[in-house]
């Protein structure tokens, strides 16, 4: 992995993080130079609040979206396929269970059984829970003309609500106004509120890949055109065009085979046509106070950036400079609490037994935690990264958790990848 030092520049970070593969990208619009930290492993799912959180298949990550700079990671013990974070908590979501961990320090909190599927988050544009509704969890997944919605409580664990409406076509949750709207195969919008109560509904005659809401309206996307319906879907405007790309970055910017067109908001007639040398790919958005960008990715990976003010396309380059990864913050733990490795919980304390023999076999100080459960434990660590790094030589699965610390009895010295540690007052350090 390698990171890009850009502390002393001055920085604009993408509404929604610009993530192709296992690349994240920002721009650099004083010196017009595309800034990236490159991921190892594909990116699989991302949320942005006050740090960006990013999912691979073996790692979570912690990254400071102004700088770029990696603050905190996590292995984990299984591919996950979604990833949310409310006020307090980061949220994985897998088939069969929803994993909570601190967002402070991605210790482990708590797992909740869901029953199995490909169960998606309904969340903001930026994988993120309403503050107002933080513990509650709104799950869906696509059956064949259907679609069911289910309701967790995040502090309990329990099922709130379930809803099944028309298969969805697409979604919006406005947070700022306790609302999700959708869309579906009926071409039927329908506005409900957190819980799923009904608060509205209407048919368009029109149909959709896409929508938002605008003004007093709502536009509806698809491949051939767009549309501005009102809230009561009678259709006030059509334009005709090829969209190729149906993210929505602008509402009037799409990528088309003549290029990216720009409408009119007023009368959704092309108000310019930007052309590169090459053919357009896909359109990112840009955050910034002053100017209205957009960046656009041709089919030879080259970027380009659109000025929506002067309607100029200018040409981006790639930084050079880079360092090596270096992880900041958040390592050491505090005087009174220590970094455990859980490595399995049980309800029968045989089954926590025969694994603790099992691990105990090869010269590793595990222990048994009962509390609620028989909880098979590895630690305690002062440094969550050199933890990270003796449990991934050692081959064991499962979670870190961040608590105070346990009294265990001495062990003699124990090697893991040739290195030696001793577990001495509770707390393992290197004896070599």
Known sequence: MSLINIASLFLVIMTKPL???????????????????????????????????VLTA???????????????????????NYIATNIDDVILITSGEIILLDKKN????TGIGIEYGDYRPMLSRNNTIARGHNNILNLFINTE??????IFDLTTGRLLKKRTISRLVAYRYYADDNLIVTFDIENKITLYDLLLNKQNKFILNTHGNEFERYENGYLIYSAEAISFVTRQGELIDFQPIPIENQEVVERFLFVTEHGIVLLDSLTLRPKVIFKGAVEFARLFQVQSDDYDY???LDRNGSFHLLNLNTMVIISMTEAEDRIPEKTAGLSTAATDSLWYFQIGAFSNNDNA???YEEIRQRNIP????????????FGGFQDKFKAIEIVEKANLDGWFVF???IGQPDFTKFIIGLKKFELKDGIITRSD
Not at 58 to 68: E, F, G
Not at 145 to 150: H, R
């Open 19 to 53: 993530i192709i593969d296992s690349i994240i990208y920002a721009v650099d619009l004083p010196t017009m130079e595309i800034r990236e930290q490159i991921i190892t492993g594909s990116i699989i799912d991302y949320s942005i609040d006050d740090y960006l959180y």
């Open 58 to 80: 073996r790692y979570l990550y912690k990254i400071d979206p102004d700088y770029l700079s990696l603050k905190d990671r996590i292995p984990l013990p299984q591919r996950f």
């Open 106 to 109: 991605l210790a482990f909190k």
């Open 145 to 150: 003309g259907k679609t069911i919605i289910k």
């Open 294 to 296: 957009a960046l656009a």
């Open 353 to 355: 037994r025969q694994m």
């Open 366 to 377: 595990v222990f048994i935690d009962s509390t609620d459960l028989y909880r098979v434990k």
């Open 403 to 405: 608590q105070k610390r």
